[in-house]
């Protein structure tokens, strides 16, 4: 296996580089959704972009994972993005232990190829994706605090500038129960991800959506600068919606002189969508990732709709 990071990275871009473009490629359509799956195993519940490639509006290279669970179903994939062109979608096989319902996902700062994904009970997997397929290096290990019946749709790393890497997560919350947000530093070593003790915690929830099943985090990710941006759903359990979605600026994520992670998120009433989608909209933002310039990424997992991008700038 392939361990120099620079090579992973760039073995990972040639191979998205070399992808047949999908037949019929055109433009994205007037509202910027661009289709990246089909039907109820399509769906996109995390995504990280891919380090070291270009990137811009209408540019990414990123990894997506599936919130399958069934033996053979697609649990990673690769998606290719480049202005006026469909996107280009290559499923990887998975190698090592398969786990089923996987909810979120983001890069290991410093480490091209190399992935953090995590399952909606809390189990976290170290992936590494290079050669066209997904490998999951150890036994996955629990998110710090977990607990039985606890359902978690985000994690997020980020490294500050003492070059510690720190990670984020949160239970997604339903209707009138909160979001629990957490964070620990983490050390992605030969035995997986090894957590320190959680040292922020703090309970958030979200203005909208407002109906339905609330979850006040569907995706979560923090910006080289500490700010926490979440993504927000409204599902009513029904595979065809409709469903609504959200984005904000959650708050901030910094470090003290114990060089511990320090949470400062908003309160509810504090907080206004950044990015906003409706009923009629009919999307479930599942996955956000954000390029330079608060370029936002968004992932949806539309049940029986599949899974769909959409670019949007919500900087300031």
């Known amino acids: 296996m392939i361990r120099n990071g620079i090579v992973v990275a760039a073995t990972l871009c040639a191979s998205l580089a070399a992808a047949p473009l999908s037949a019929g490629a055109t433009a994205a359509p007037a509202d910027g959704w661009q289709r990246t799956g ?3 195993l399509g769906g996109v519940s ?3 972009l891919v380090e070291g490639a270009p990137t811009g509006r209408g540019l990414a290279d990123a990894v997506v994972v599936r919130d399958n669970k069934g033996d053979g179903e697609n649990r990673v994939a690769t998606v290719r993005l480049r202005p006026g062109r469909a996107p280009v979608v290559r499923e990887l096989p998975w190698l090592g232990m398969l786990p089923a319902d996987l909810e979120a996902l983001d890069a290991v700062p410093g480490r091209p190829g190399h992935y953090v994904a995590v399952a909606s009970r809390g189990n976290a997997y170290h992936v590494v994706v290079a050669d066209g397929r997904a490998t999951a290096e150890q036994e996955p290990a629990a998110l710090p605090g977990r607990r039985d019946g606890d359902n978690y749709e985000s994690f997020a790393l980020h490294r500050d500038r003492s070059g510690r890497t720190f990670a984020v997560w949160a239970t997604r919350g339903s209707g009138d129960e909160k979001a629990v947000v957490r964070a620990a530093s983490v050390r992605i070593g030969a035995h997986g991800p090894e957590f320190g003790a959680v040292s922020a915690r703090q309970e958030f929830s979200v203005p909208y959506p407002d109906e339905d099943e609330v ?8 910006l080289d600068d500490g700010t926490v941006m979440v993504s927000a759903a ?3 359990n029904v595979d065809d ?4 979605s959200a984005v904000y600026d959650a708050g ?4 003290n002189g114990a060089h511990d992670a320090v949470l400062r998120l908003k309160p509810e009433r504090a907080l206004s969508p950044l990015s906003r989608f409706t009923k009629q909209d009919n999307r479930k933002i599942e996955a956000i990732a954000f390029l330079p310039g608060r370029l936002g990424l968004w992932g949806t997992d539309d049940e029986n709709f599949g899974g769909s991008v959409r670019f949007e700038r919500v900087g300031r």
């Open 46 to 48: 995390g995504i990280a």
């Open 252 to 255: 901030r994520l910094t470090v």
């Open 241 to 244: 919606g409709p469903f609504s």
């Open 234 to 236: 409204s599902d009513p």
């Open 215 to 222: 979850r006040h985090i569907s995706d979560l990710k923090v």
């Open 38 to 40: 089909s039907g109820i």
